[in-house]
């Protein structure tokens, strides 16, 4: 006989919450001739990254450091914290599934976006939360409307993404503040801050260790060019943080991806030439969008979303021939937002092929 | 004013299941001579993986696989499965953390052995689950024992590991062939086999994917060397299989970490070298104790109990004079097993400077 499933697992569906590219490869027989759909960063990790990882698989068959020791610390440096503010595992995405199992059980509220990030809601599905999504508005984040929903529905959690995926919007580091200033007693802020490298300087509020109430998560996914690597780290108060290490896989942070974040971290001259290639992928997009007469919305991450000027449904018939033609996008889940294909910064060659092959998609897609 | 913890995680204690060497190292100001502690490999990945790794480097802008695709095809080949019998993540760790979750409510049980290991019962704790513990026999796991608890406290898991950590002993095919046939309905069987890559072979079950009342769970962690690449993989049932996705962070897995295991698969004759060099290092560890006037167990695994011949007030000091001198090792938690060290399988030059600092280290403890 099966063995016992827990109830609210038992009846969800096996799904990821992102197919991966390599799945629609092996669906296809063929390579993508451009990545720009994940919205990593085609412009890779520091070299010194790539020796520091190298380096340290000689010495992987030693556990990496459970404490994470300097790891911490150079992130506690970097932003001027103390390492008890310093929670790391492997990806911002484990830290959301640790966050909504330590603040929600089985029935309670999180209060999200219809159309946010899809793993966070993954984790909220995985223990049985109850999800109350608001709309976005003008393809922002509607955070008077969430904080709102928050209070209203006396919320467990808020998650609030600036920059935000999918749209690649964002507010200003004062609206954020008082969206934090006003999270409700009894409930945790979840602020993703992981496109916050390629905000401008005042989307982003100062941190503020003091404050119980908010999470800051951060990620070397992105902008550093890491995402395979599986490190991300959260800040916030001490008294939040420590309870990570009650129910973290303590040797979840490979050897080597400890070895290569605190690298990642030495190198800022690489970050900073990396984010200005980043500004200029983002123009060049926008430029092929307007070319072929649709609107790049303005955007503080490393992608674009552009608006096919339709429905859903022709949206994905645009991201379909791209598919087709080598060219790996992605979009959003839901209407409105679906109206847009969502563009990762590319190399000139990943753009130039974007170029190429956008008029034939949209083409192909009209009839 | 702090967020809310669930109840059963907020009065946890902030801890690590295993505090690392590193930890000890800082403690301590100096580094360990020998690092025979944490059952690690010092013979260290084939050299295949350590390539493998740092070719994999170079790509670690990109996520790696979700689906984890051709690891687990390379898997299910190795060990003559279909891959929807696999499931992979960060270590044998990560998977008891979501087997706990899959199959456990706050309150309901899990049966494991007294001084079992610590990281199944940390995510157990975790969780809220009620733990009934059966005490070692004869420093084996009882299994009569367990089945017995398992069946009489309507258990949701439980763990058997074969072979043993900490004792290193084992017990035959046909005892575990009985235990696993005799898990009750809606009791699933956690069979930790992290050490079967060393055991006599008559120790394993064969392979039987038709039962859903067992997992087998696996590891790189040991005697493939890769401890701090954290790849572990659990073989059983598709549809319990299935659920894994549920819950699982679908990025864990680094992507050097899956070209890694992937190449250690393809590498079995060094595997088989490494197993050799296990075997000559634990006979080695047993005229070691021998010579010291101490009883080293028979170990089926990677590290050897030695049994200081006192009770475990004598052992910690032997313990404390060893880590003090320069030999990271480790002991059993609870009483009776407390009265052992367990050193894992070194080099040469670990086991030359273990001879050195043991009678010293006995010297001293007996003071």
New interface residues.
């Given amino acids: 006989?099966?063995?016992?499933?827990?109830s609210h697992?038992?009846n969800?569906?096996?799904?990821?919450?992102?197919v991966?590219p390599?799945?629609l490869e092996?669906q296809r027989g063929v390579k993508f001739r451009a990545?720009i759909g994940?919205n990593?960063?085609?412009?890779?990790?520091s070299p010194r990254?790539?020796e520091a990882?190298?380096r340290?698989?000689?010495?992987?068959?030693?556990?990496?450091?459970?404490?994470q020791?300097e790891l911490k610390a150079a992130i506690a440096a970097h932003h001027g914290v103390k390492a008890e503010n310093v929670a790391v595992d492997?990806?911002i995405?484990?830290l959301f599934?640790i966050v909504v199992?330590?603040?929600?059980?089985p029935g309670e509220t999180v209060v999200t976006s219809l159309g946010g990030y899809p793993?966070f809601i993954f984790?909220c599905d995985?223990l049985g939360a109850r999800l109350v999504r608001v709309p976005y508005k003008d393809d922002r984040e509607d955070w008077p409307a969430l904080l709102d929903a928050a209070r209203r529905e006396n919320a467990?959690l808020l998650y609030f993404a600036n920059p935000d995926n999918p749209m690649g919007s964002w507010v200003g580091a004062s609206a954020v503040q008082t969206l934090i200033d006003g999270t409700p007693?009894?409930?945790?802020l979840i602020l993703d801050e992981a496109y916050s490298d390629t905000a401008p300087p005042d989307a982003i509020p100062p941190l503020d260790m003091s404050n119980?109430?908010v999470l800051r998560f951060r990620t070397f996914?992105k902008a550093y060019?890491?995402?395979?690597?599986?490190v991300g780290y959260c800040l916030g108060?001490a008294?939040?943080i420590?309870?990570f290490?009650?129910?973290r896989?303590?040797?979840?942070v490979?050897?080597?991806?400890q070895a290569?974040a605190i690298a990642a971290l030495a190198d800022q001259a690489y970050l900073a030439e990396v984010v200005a290639r980043i500004a200029r992928a983002r123009a060049r997009i926008g430029e092929i969008a307007t070319a072929n007469g649709l609107k790049a919305l303005q955007s503080a991450t490393n992608f674009v979303a552009v608006d096919c000027g339709r429905d859903g449904t022709y949206a994905r018939k645009v991201l379909a021939e791209l598919i087709a033609r080598g060219v790996f996008v992605r979009m959003p889940g839901v209407a409105p937002l679906d109206r847009c294909i969502r563009i990762s910064a590319g190399t000139d060659a990943d753009l130039a092929l974007l170029a190429e092959m956008l008029p034939q998609a949209l083409k192909a897609a009209a009839t």
Same sequence: chains 1, 2.
């Fill in positions: 006989m099966p063995p016992h499933i827990v697992i038992a969800l569906p096996s799904v990821t919450p992102f991966g390599e799945a092996r990545r994940a990593e960063s085609v412009f890779g990790p990254v790539v990882i190298a340290a698989a000689a010495e992987s068959w030693m556990y990496g450091d459970p404490e020791h492997s990806g995405d484990a599934g199992r330590l603040c929600v059980e793993t984790h995985g467990r007693d009894g409930c945790l119980p109430s996914s060019g890491m995402a395979g690597v599986r108060h008294d939040v420590r309870h290490d009650k129910i896989n303590h040797f979840d490979t050897r080597m991806s290569g």
